[in-house]
């Protein structure tokens, strides 16, 4: 796994269906070119209740759920979500837009990668 490049953490209220939950990450984009390798979704009330969509500019990562409930826990290697390793030009901004919402607890999104 690769380090932690974005991390979001936010109330269930604001994680409305086509909200983009990077919206307000001050590193949702980058003046240097990154690698992206994995994704960690965890939170909501209960496993895969969370749908996100992840893009990085037009490229679609794809559909990604919440791998556990509840936010408070560590993380755990089962909660990485690996992708093919993949570049994503300087100045793209990655998004990360609500499918399906969760109803109760918080989600925490983690992008995972490097920064060239």
Not at 29 to 44: L, Y
Not at 70 to 82: I, R, S
Not at 89 to 98: E, F, T
């Amino acid at each position: 796994m690769a380090g932690e490049l974005i991390s979001t953490h936010e109330a269930t209220a604001t994680l409305l269906v086509g909200t983009d939950a990077f919206r307000n990450e001050r590193k949702s984009s980058s003046s240097r070119p990154r690698r992206i390798d994995g994704f960690t979704i965890v939170g909501a009330n209960a496993i895969n209740e969370c749908e996100v969509d992840i893009f990085a500019a037009d490229y679609f990562f794809g559909t990604f759920r919440n791998s556990r409930s509840g936010v408070v826990a560590a993380l755990m290697p089962d909660d990485y979500q690996a992708v093919t390793s993949t570049m994503v030009a300087p100045g793209d901004r990655m998004v990360a837009i609500i499918r399906v919402a969760p109803t109760v607890s918080p989600v925490m999104i983690k992008v995972y990668g490097q920064e060239m």
